[in-house]
């Protein structure tokens, strides 16, 4: 009887060791997963930052262009109106 109850207590306590191992698994890969969700949201996020950052920098290498060209214009302008007022005052 007594080597019955001992038998008996022993596979309970393998089964029940057994399921709180696989409840523990299972839990971990359930917050392993979660885990790797929230990284994935955060890289998805870094990388909409960083296309955004891209654009703004595309923009801005553009008006910085335009604005260059304005500025030569503007000097070949200003260059020429010099010239007018230079021969105005040699008239003068």
Known sequence: MTAI?????ALSGIILGWTGRSR???QDIAQQASADAI???DIDYIKRGID????????QVKRIDEL????T???ESAKQAHKR?????GDG
């Open 68 to 71: 260059a060209e304005r500025v």
């Open 24 to 26: 523990t698994i299972r």
């Open 39 to 41: 990284q994935r949201v």
């Open 85 to 89: 007022i230079d021969r105005l005052d």
């Open 52 to 59: 955004d950052i891209r654009v703004e920098q595309k923009n």
């Open 5 to 9: 109850i001992s038998v008996i207590a």
């Open 73 to 75: 214009r503007v000097e």
